[in-house]
């Protein structure tokens, strides 16, 4: 499995999908190898711990979740195939059954949390704050909304997501790393490498002539499998949302000149500055800080001698509401531009503060923004409309009518997608349009089979349906079909290998002591030198593999790995390694700890779940986890 990630999260956008992985899932707790307690009992349950039933759409409903949420993250839909080899699948599973141990044991151990207590934790969590900063009712709805969730639902899950905080809190506080850690992990971090390089290209690998038809349908006959034709569907999708039904209602300017009375100050755009400040402990401090500069000494070298950094005195581009601190807030925007000010006594500290960029405030304007105050008070005007619709679908759907034959009849707008394979892809290869954006269709659509009624997906505050019209079974494709491809493919490996043995010859050349613009110059080619880099660093011109391999290359040996596209080879050699002294003060440091204390925190839950599933027992329906996860499809 983790040979599989590693594969799957090359190249951009892989690292793009696992950056946003790991940042979407709550906690991915251990539990493998759970191989040997898959066991088949009824479908409508797909696994069990304890007494707690986990139903298959229990699952999916979180599995679908998943998707969706990271592809609004990445801007594109994620499929299942990408699903699978990411382990998301697997992930989830981890995480839905681990959710469940912690219930458990929170119910073992008679643990609650009072509606009070919710309430308030949900009124304090920043992402429902409105402008003033205070609980927004509209901002908490329309967030329930985008993610699919009832208040309900919600409240429940935070519920029980406290309970299962506080048992793991009961056992990870004061978790730490040792300063042995911190150091090793901090000189690794930080450790930059310099080297000569050479980029080969095509031009060096020489004229390959045509394969044989031979050598061609050899080729093709080992390969068979990444030329076959993937299995397509017939899909029919009607979605139905407020803000569509909207669409087809005209609101008046006098309605909408009545909310944008009502809420201007709203509509307006605030005076935003960009600050810098220096805090000191006392305002004796401050003070004489304000006399240096007063001598001549700049802000920026003032801060420079205290060893602060850009992020340690920069709040940004911001307005004043959004300032934290009143008195400072008030003292900024009444600062002339790029003049320090006297010392400002705040409510943590005395600062001095300088102001270096002024955005002017705008008045709000109504035929600026009427539009948008139409589009809104139209859906909102049509979620009661909405309600009226759905039920309308839901009971021709009843009724045996498809989804194309209940749209039809009540004059609503279905699209119908001829073939679709599961990564979104028609037969030729292109994206098909049509597909809604930021909601997965093909993940149950590829689990159900044609003439199923399924249930309706939560989208964007409405619904989708979708019936499963055909099927187009995967076949191995002829190689007539794909020969272009096939020819395309067997050059390039061509290339690539004879790449390879040359830069191997010169790898060889430059470890018994030759010198690199030598061995350059006999290829008409000149020797590239980098700046010093980091292991994480993106270096310009190369790839992520060039650099992987120079920090596994010692100082003044030569290596080699692919260039950035599949017809680049690099050759290098090692010229200067560098280690920084450590820090532990500063601003990398500190984040390194915490992400150590975070990854041994996560590692001391892990085997708490994994001892409380051992305990429990846990038991898992291979055939409906794959059925959910539209593996069985695809066997």
Do not use: C
Request: hydrophobic share 40%; no cysteine; net charge neutral.
């Amino acid at each position: 499995m983790l040979r599989g990630i590693r594969d799957a999260s090359s190249g951009k956008f892989g690292k793009a999908i696992m950056s946003v992985l790991f940042g979407v899932l709550i906690v991915s707790f251990g539990l493998w190898g759970i191989g040997d307690i898959f066991k088949g009992y009824g479908q409508s349950s797909l696994a069990s711990i304890g007494k707690t039933e986990i139903s298959t759409e229990q699952f999916r409903t979180l599995y679908t979740d998943k998707l969706q949420q990271i592809g609004r993250q990445i801007g594109r839909p994620m499929t299942p195939d990408q699903a699978r080899r990411f382990g998301l699948d697997r992930q989830v599973l981890q995480q839905i059954i681990a959710e469940a141990a912690l219930d458990e044991e929170a119910r073992r151990l008679g643990l609650a949390q009072s509606d009070a207590a919710i309430v308030r934790e949900i009124s304090a969590d920043p992402n429902f704050a409105g402008a003033d900063g205070k609980f927004d009712p509209q901002r908490f709805a329309y967030a329930l909304r985008q993610f699919g969730y009832t208040e309900q639902r919600y409240v429940a899950e935070q519920r029980r997501t406290t309970l299962r905080r506080q048992i793991a809190g009961s056992f990870t506080a004061g978790i730490a790393p040792s300063k042995t850690q911190l150091d090793a992990l901090t000189r690794y971090q930080n450790e930059e490498r310099t080297i000569e390089y050479i980029q080969l290209g095509p031009d060096q690998a020489g004229k390959i002539d045509p394969p044989t038809a031979e050598q061609l349908q050899s080729y093709f006959d080992e390969r068979k499998g990444l030329f076959r034709a993937p299995e397509y569907r017939k899909i029919a999708v009607l979605t139905v949302t407020p803000e569509e039904i909207g669409k087809k209602i005209t609101v008046s300017d006098e309605d909408a000149r009545k909310i944008f009375e009502r809420d201007k100050d709203k509509y307006a755009k605030p005076e935003r500055r960009e600050i810098k400040q220096i805090a000191f402990p006392t305002l004796e401090a401050a003070k004489a800080a304000r006399e240096k500069i007063a001598g001549g000494t700049s802000f920026e070298d003032l801060a420079k001698e205290m060893k602060l950094t850009d992020s340690d005195t920069d709040l940004g581009l911001v307005t004043q509401a959004s300032v934290g601190d009143p008195a400072i807030a008030a003292a900024a925007f009444a600062a002339p531009l790029n003049e320090v000010s006297q010392p400002v006594k705040g409510a943590l500290a005395t600062a001095l503060i300088k102001v270096t960029k002024i955005e002017p405030g705008t008045a709000a304007n109504y035929d600026a923004i009427a539009p948008e105050i139409k589009k809104q008070i139209a859906t909102d005007r049509a979620r009661g409309e909405f309600q009226d619709i759905r039920n309308k679908v839901e009971d021709e759907r009843g009724g045996g009518a498809n989804v194309a034959e209940a749209a039809k009849k009540l004059g609503l707008d279905a699209i119908t997608i001829e073939a679709v394979d599961r990564s979104g892809r028609a037969p030729d290869g292109q994206m098909v349009k049509g597909l809604p954006s930021g909601v997965d269709v093909l993940t149950p659509a590829f689990a159900s089979g044609v003439g199923v009624e399924t249930d309706p997906i939560n989208f964007d505050g409405g619904e989708l349906w979708f019936d499963v019209l055909g099927i187009t079974p995967s076949r191995d494709r002829t190689l007539d079909e794909v020969k272009d491809q096939v020819t395309t493919r067997w050059h390039d490996e061509q290339v690539t290998s004879r790449l390879r043995a040359k830069g191997g010859e010169i790898v060889e050349k430059l470890n018994k002591g030759e010198a690199f613009a030598a061995a350059a110059a006999a290829l008409k080619m000149g020797v590239k030198t980098t700046s010093p880099f980091k292991r994480t660093a993106t270096v310009n011109g190369l790839s992520e593999r060039v650099v992987e391999t120079a920090f596994r290359t010692p100082k003044d040996s030569a290596g080699q790995s692919e260039g950035a596209s599949g017809n680049q080879w690099v050759v290098f050699k090692v010229t200067g390694i560098t280690v920084p002294p450590v820090d532990p003060d500063s601003e990398d440091a500190r984040k390194l700890k915490t992400a150590i204390t975070n990854a041994m925190t996560d590692e001391q839950v892990a085997s708490y779940i994994a001892h409380l599933e051992d305990e429990i027992g846990v038991t898992i329906n291979q055939a409906a986890f794959a059925t959910a996860t539209g593996a069985s499809t695809n066997q």
